[in-house]
């Protein structure tokens, strides 16, 4: 066995054991004439803090108890259960991953003897499997769970890739116009030869074409990523990965609007819905690049702005109030943008020179560390 | 000059011909005292046919003229020029590329003199766009406009990539669990080292990821490509290339539904909205591998359909009418469905057994050419 291999065996054997000690307590408290239960932390707001020393979304230690004994329980027990056996026998075992959409597929049946399905709505499914991953302290990917992939990268820097029984080399700087595939999990990546000094993260894949073509992370020796919109689970863990493991400074780029500080803080504070896993997906150390409400002026910027419409004002006015927007360049950004009401895509750059980004803007902002925090 | 430069320096100047040869025609027009005009193809409904010879979704010969000196053709006669000038001096001369975004913020100013703006919303010069691509007889990727990119491959195949002064050899059978990113345009990409048989293309990143990770691509020497849902132009493009060029089968994977085959149809035809753009995206040898009405009998997953809406319906009814569904088995799958009233997502294979797609469907289905044309 390889390195790798052995080290992927012992993060699958570590949640078969856990999954397994997690089996014999109930078993134990059935053989006792128990009514077993499942310990099961809160995910609703009631639950959900602001980690201001981690700078993190968290669950607090609220718990709920899941009785297989209780008419209101049983069919979330047994459907946790149902989630349990097929990341043990089906994904671990074989090493094989799936989407939560296969294991719905897989585990939809009619009970024997009963009119009664174990799942009707793949929502259900996907319940029991976050309650399981919070219920054994693990996150999706390490029960081989997978999300829907999205992003792509360019950079001086060499990936390792385990596929199970091969193991890519891959060159992120030869990777022509596409880039890599940022893939759904990437607990199994190594980094190899970093050549670069910063992560730059974009939003829109339009920015990562232009940045591309302008060989911008040659020249500025940065590792170039796209999201491809609000950012998947595999995109986000990365980032997270590079920032820590790496310790490679990471730069986000998105429009200056409500929705681009949202796609920005669920990178790096995690986000409510899945306030679990900030942990394994927040990169809390991410810096704010741009577009900035300031910018707008600074870069003359008026005539390509778009009017904020009422739902834009609405959503700052919540934002303003999240703890981690509590800062006060974030509390200036967003009241600057609640009195001029404006919103601006980074692609209004390009109103100047198609070239503009790559050659002034991104160049003077980093040199001017100009971030929001 | 490389051989790839040299070929990629004679298609600009074709195009800056073409550009150059549509500009003194009109000055020619203006310096005779003439109303200068613009032929320009119609692209409604009532100038689009299927051409059965060629299996293609394609603008008859009707056209309209656009007159400078006209009070409704104006505004419109200015925006193409504008298209024109942009596509020729910021991009052609410069050999860069842009996004339909770009242009539009690159070219909407206010007119001196006047409260007028060029452009007020992007839909203009998209339309402008569209025009001009017509008018020239060319497309949107010669004139150096990216659209948004999707997909990702995988197989033993080079690909090799000419980003600006900058080629790169990615060998997809190195991919990772990623793939490597389909990109905006594959006019520049060349291909080498081919060792695969037939495409198969998944609408389905999570099919990708599946087959990816069961070496399928391997073991049966398939290039594997997913356009995670409707294929994006860079990913039609590339299957008509690897499909003329290479003479591989392209075998299209799907759900069983209506959007399905409306995925499939736009690849292997052309759409009725892009029908002048189908002579460059159609691949019309492809072939639908699945799934079919039929396969929910033969595989027995009757247990894990779903129960058509009422629009999938009347989009049924509606597709049985289009020429390119006309042959036989395509009536009759149709005419199941609408009996059957019965969809089935391809993941719905996993009931059986995770791999059983990779392991039983995929290589029966092939070996038994079991198509619908």
Redesign the interface.
Known sequence: MTAHELKKEKRIQEIIQKIDALGLELVKELEAGENPSLEIPIRGSSNIYFDEKNRKIRLGDKVSHRYLFNVSHARKFMQTMLVASYVKK??LE?N????L??LY??K???IEGTKEDTIDEQTESDQAIVDFEVALGTFRERLHL?A??KG?MAGEMT?V??????S???NLA????????????VE??EFDNVGVEYVLVAEK??IF??L??D?YWMKNKCLLMTTAGQAARGARRLLQRLSDELKLPVYCLTDSDPYGWYIYSTMKYGSMALAHESERLGCEKMHFLGMSTTDIETYDLK??TIKAKEVDVKRATEMKNYDWFKSKPWQDEIDLFLKKRLKA?I??L??K???YISKTYLPEKIAAQDFLP
Do not use: C, F
């Open positions: 089906d994904l074989n094989l991953t799936a989407t959409r296969d597929y897989a939809k049946h009619t997978r829907e992939p792509r990936v890739d385990h596929v199970r029984d091969k890519d080399r891959i030869k990777m022509g116009s596409g880039g890599w595939a940022v893939p759904s999990i199994q990546v894949n339009a074409d232009r591309n073509e060989g005539s390509v895509e692609q209004a390009s109103s020179n198609l070239q």
